[in-house]
């Protein structure tokens, strides 16, 4: 006659031991083992394997042994508060100056382009209103107003310091 134990068998793992590893599982004392191989031949500088698993622990104990290049600086955040209440630094500015020269030379030579060899391509753009429906163009062209003047708008409150640098209302 066949007995069965009333108690379920536990995981390798029990959350409720959180100190106890259960070896009686041969998956579980392969991973143990392979961990611990790992750390002795990384230690006793043994060339590398065969073996994947134990290569990826080697990595693994190597990379636990040597300690991050750069630490954080211990005022890391107070730095980072300093800088950015300093406002951008000279260079930032430059660049942003640069960046608007170049989209302004860049709208000059569109319309210059546009201006040279548009009459060529603009009779192909009289067939775009016989797609759009009666008052298309009216309507683009106030959506256009509208986004143009809003940009423009928050450009000049920027200017004149008196918005939110980052477009954002304060709350």
Do not use: N
């Amino acid at each position: 006659m066949k007995t069965t134990d009333p108690t379920p068998p536990r995981p390798p793992f029990d959350p409720a031991r959180p100190g106890e590893v259960r070896f009686d599982d041969p998956r579980v004392r392969a991973e143990w083992d392979a961990q611990e191989r790992a750390l002795r031949e990384e230690r006793l500088g043994v060339p590398v394997g065969d073996d994947a698993r134990v290569a990826e622990y080697r990595l693994l104990a190597r990379a636990l042994r040597h300690p991050p290049l750069d630490a954080v600086p211990y005022d890391f955040a107070a730095q980072v508060a300093r800088r950015a209440a300093a406002g951008p630094a000279f260079d930032e500015r430059l660049e942003g100056w640069l960046l608007r020269g170049l989209v302004a030379l860049f709208a000059v030579a569109a319309v210059a382009v546009a201006g040279a060899y548009g009459g060529t391509w603009w009779p192909s753009g009289d067939a775009l209103g016989t797609v759009l429906p009666d008052g298309a163009g009216t309507w683009a062209s106030a959506v256009i107003a509208c986004v143009a003047l809003s940009w423009l708008m928050q450009g000049l409150m920027r200017q004149l310091d008196a918005g939110p640098r980052d477009g954002a209302r304060a709350a």
